[in-house]
């Protein structure tokens, strides 16, 4: 089957357009993992923060009433 100019021209051009397109996108999912990464250690530090005030208080109310009456259904996070 033969191909003329004007067929192979347009490929071509469909070609590098997705090319470009194919660039952006993996540029785009390049910056979106590393947000992602960010993101994840935030929340890991935010936890360790979160769960350390938890212990703290869990404490200072066994010290202060000998008992943890208000710590009984409360999980580490939420």
Do not use: C, P
Not at 39 to 53: F, N, S, Y
Request: aromatic fraction near 10%; glycine fraction near 6%.
């Amino acid at each position: 089957m033969k191909h003329n100019d004007e067929e192979i021209k347009t490929v071509t051009y469909q070609l590098k357009e997705w090319n470009t397109q194919i660039s952006f996108l993996l540029e785009k999912q390049k910056k979106a993992i590393t947000t992602a990464k960010i993101i994840t250690q935030e929340l890991d530090e935010l936890r360790v923060k979160h769960r350390l005030a938890s212990q703290q208080l869990r404490k200072w109310e066994v010290d202060k009433t000998g008992y943890y009456y208000m710590w009984e259904n409360i999980g580490d996070g939420g």
